[in-house]
């Protein structure tokens, strides 16, 4: 043992050990967490104070009664029908729509021709128009020019053009996520593209476009903007019997209670508001789950 | 399966049959090779299947390859080698017309199919790809069950078949692959190995009982003991089918095939973008031992690729 010759490992150069890179690292990783806690507690103490404000009429009358000039009469049951109906009736036109449109874009359309770019490219433009246009669009055409009027229908379409884009886009990238091995050992043995579609690409894509439709749904049913420029009905003492019913649904509601200068309608905006979250809550659990029944490994 | 425009309806195929070696139902692993013991291969092809003359396809204005010419002959094995780059997958997937899926892919000359042309006007790729199949590099069952994957094509083609049952066991058998899952077959066809998908995907394919069988380097993602109990089943297949192989592997094509193509790239000097060009096609046993051009003897003799 003499004290010149070092252990190979310990001179500069060979060495592993540093405090440096885990501080780096850990202020790093602080930082981050610090964003995402931003985040949660804003969204925290909105759902606290919503539940403080909502808590004396959180009960059944706020389901089961209509609008009241009185507070303490009133409830949202007009409110919650109309929304389901009117989401309802969404649904039923966007699926088809988008789930139609999202195959030719992606199974068929040839993306070197002008034409099919520029639907691409107006897809994506539609998709970042603010939802107060659509409204405009509704009232306009749908509303007067086809005399639909303050119906469940005009509504719902309007709602449609509203989330159509976006149902779109996702149902598109659930596509694009199948691996191409799939279509083409599908094709490759003799069947046709639209054989294609119905026995792979669309049942592997369920989950991805499932979910993007009730994200997209969730969406819509918290719209206030393009139903309130369709008439801006609040007063609704009865629910819709079908789609060329007049409606309201809660955003509408909720707006109208909360601009009413008595406390109790305050109150009962905040209850409405917790109704429309549980309601969001529900479409939301339906996505998660309906995504983990479906979810594929490739 | 009786069907009398079924092109295995010929009556060589009993003859084939009898050839079979009787161990068929244990397929031997490395070292036995038994495309090589004492076959003698005709200078042409004795009945051409496809046949492609003078041959460039194209991506947009880009040549991917050009060059070729080549007869692919009934029950024979004919293997596509060269570097990286050099357009043999190019080529393979022009002759079931997989390429049309390509947006711009387009080609000049002509290839036909049993004297029609592959390219002609009142041609349904459709068509084309039950006759001609094809197995890709990476094996790709579907997810579906065993059974489903290997009766999905004659299902969707519409196929007569008496019993599916049966036909399902049929191609299996003749992909090596019956023995391994008959008491499995409605299990998910990714709980199988990398081989054994590979060999269900080949079973696949002779499911709707093509004429030709394209393999875009079957074995590459594949251990020798897979690759091995490809390459026999290959032998197996080849009394019966017109099979065409993009290998890599210039051992497997000299074990296998009857027939070489080899392809190399070319730096295109006015664009300097690289394209393919199929140099040279003879016997393998020729291609391997006297090569007629310098390219062919550099790269078989490992000066490059």
Request: a neutral charge.
């Amino acid at each position: 043992m003499t004290a010149e010759v070092e252990p190979p490992g310990r001179s500069v150069e060979y060495q592993i050990e540093t405090v440096r890179g885990s501080i780096r690292d850990a202020t790093f990783r602080l930082a981050m967490f610090f964003s995402i806690g931003v985040a949660i507690a804003a969204l925290g103490t909105l759902l606290v104070q919503v539940f403080v404000d909502a808590l004396p009429r959180l009960n059944l009358d706020l389901l089961t009664q209509f609008p009241a000039s009185l507070p303490a009469l009133a409830g949202a049951r007009s409110a919650i029908i109309g929304s389901i109906w009117v989401i309802g009736a969404t649904a039923l036109f966007t699926i088809p729509l988008g789930v139609a449109a999202a195959i030719y874009m992606e199974v068929f359309a040839d993306p070197r021709r002008w034409y099919n770019r520029m639907i691409e490219v107006n897809i994506q433009n539609l998709a970042a128009v603010p939802s107060i246009v659509y409204g405009i669009l509704g009232l306009g055409l749908l509303a007067r020019a086809a005399h639909l009027g303050q119906t469940v229908l005009t509504a719902a379409l309007t709602l449609t053009l509203l989330v159509l884009p976006v149902v779109i886009i996702v149902s598109r990238e659930a596509m694009r996520a199948i691996p191409s091995s799939i279509r083409d050992a599908s094709l490759a043995l003799g069947a046709t593209e639209q054989q294609t579609v119905w026995r792979h690409t669309l049942p592997l894509a369920v989950p991805g476009i499932a979910t993007g439709i009730i994200l997209a749904l969730s969406r819509a049913i918290g719209e206030a903007a393009p139903l309130l420029l369709l008439g801006g009905l609040a007063y609704v003492t009865f629910t819709p019997t079908g789609l060329d019913s007049r409606f309201t649904v809660l955003p509408i509601q909720i707006f109208n209670w909360v601009s009413r200068p008595q406390e109790e309608f305050r109150t009962l905006a905040a209850a409405a508001i917790v109704v429309l979250l549980a309601l969001l809550l529900v479409m939301n659990s339906i996505a998660i789950l309906i995504r983990n029944h479906y979810r594929r490994t490739w | 399966m009786s069907d009398a425009d079924e092109p295995m309806a010929d009556p060589s195929h009993e003859l084939a049959d009898q050839d079979r070696p009787a161990a068929a139902e244990a397929p031997p692993l490395a070292g036995r090779i038994p495309r090589a013991t004492g076959r003698t291969v005709p200078d042409a092809p004795e009945e051409i299947v496809i046949n492609v003359a003078d041959v460039a396809i194209y991506y947009g204005s880009f040549c991917a390859v050009g060059g070729l010419t080549v007869q692919f002959g009934r029950r024979e094995i004919t293997a596509l080698i060269g570097p990286s780059g050099c357009g043999k997958s190019t080529a393979l997937r022009a002759f079931n017309r997989m390429n049309d899926l390509i947006p711009g892919a387009r080609l000049t000359g002509s290839v036909s199919y049993r004297g029609q042309d592959l390219y002609g006007p009142r041609v349904d790729p459709i068509t084309v790809r039950r006759r001609i199949g094809m197995v890709f590099q990476k094996p790709n069952p579907f997810p579906k069950s065993i059974y489903d994957n290997v009766a999905y094509g004659p299902r969707v083609t519409g196929m007569k078949v008496p019993n599916m049952d049966d036909v399902v066991e049929e191609a299996l058998t003749s992909a090596a692959l019956w023995d391994e899952v008959k008491d499995k077959l409605r299990q998910h066809a990714f709980g199988l190995s990398g081989g054994q998908q590979q060999r269900l995907c080949i079973a696949r394919t002779i499911a709707v009982r093509p004429d030709v069988v394209l393999m875009d380097e079957p074995c590459s993602a594949l251990d020798p003991i897979s690759t091995a109990k490809i390459e026999y089943m290959m032998t197996e297949l080849a009394d019966e089918y017109t099979i065409i192989i993009v290998t890599h592997n210039m051992q497997q094509a000299a074990r296998i095939s009857d027939r070489t193509a080899f392809f190399t790239t070319e730096v295109d000097d006015a664009t300097g973008r690289r394209s393919g060009l199929m140099v040279e096609f003879d016997r393998t046993a020729k291609i391997f031992s006297t090569p007629s051009d310098q390219r062919t003897e550099d790269y078989i003799s490992g000066k490059f690729g």
